[in-house]
Structures are given as structure tokens and as C-alpha cells.
């Protein structure tokens, strides 16, 4: 029996709307994925600091209120600083396709977005952790 990926997905900032970063963590566990769910308003020191703790194989961020392109690259840097920079990071929400190649030039992996397919997500976080 192999052991599941763990992932994080994290809130980072002062954006309270979690429907779709909770969809995504149900769809990752229902396809045999540990998650941690860091819940609403974190900091991307938090959201660093849980994944090393919990030694996850990816990141999976969230963000809704327009403030991507300072708080993705902000875990990105946290998990740097704090010895996690093999942890690739995943992100998703209402981000703009002109905001896109910045945020995967500030180390994200991929960028998911309104209508992103479930399955295209899934795979691309099983993706992430098996380059792991």
C-alpha cells in the first residue's frame, strides 16, 4: 500500500470566501490525497510554516480578493526561508491571465482559474507531488 500525497491548501490574506478552495480539498481527498486545510485569513507565514510541519509534497493556495500577486509569491518566499523551497506551490482563484506568467515567474507551478476543469486540477497536483 503506498502512502497518499499530502497537500496544504491555505487562504492567504483577509479574503473569507472559501467555496472553492474547500471543493478543491474535498475533490483532492475524495481522490485518495491527504489534505490539510488551513482555513480563512492566513498569513503566508502560517501557511509555510503548516506545511513544513506537516511535511506536505504541495501547496495549493487561494485567493479571490485580488492580492495574488503579493501574497502567492509571499508563501513562495516564506517556504524558501524556512528550508521548504522543493515544495511546489499550486495556485487558483480569480486572477487575471495578464497576472499569470508573474506569478509562475515568482515560482508557482500552475494557475488555475474560474472554470478550470476538477480533474485538470487533480491531476496537476499529482503531477506536483510525484516530481517530488
Known sequence: MSTPYRVL??????????????????????????????????????????????DVDVVGLSSLSGAHLRLFPEVVKELKDRGGADIPVLGGGVIPDEDKEQLLAAGLRAIFTPGTPAATIIQSFRDACKQQ
Do not use: N
Not at 487562504?11 to 478543491?24: T, V
Not at 474535498?26 to 510541519?53: N, P, S
Open 9 to 54: 491548501i491555505g487562504k492567504p490574506g483577509l479574503d473569507g470566501h472559501d467555496r472553492g478552495a474547500k471543493f478543491i480539498a474535498r475533490a483532492l481527498r475524495d481522490e485518495g490525497f491527504e489534505v490539510i486545510y488551513t482555513g480563512i485569513r492566513r498569513t503566508a507565514a502560517e501557511i509555510a510554516a503548516t506545511a513544513i510541519q506537516e
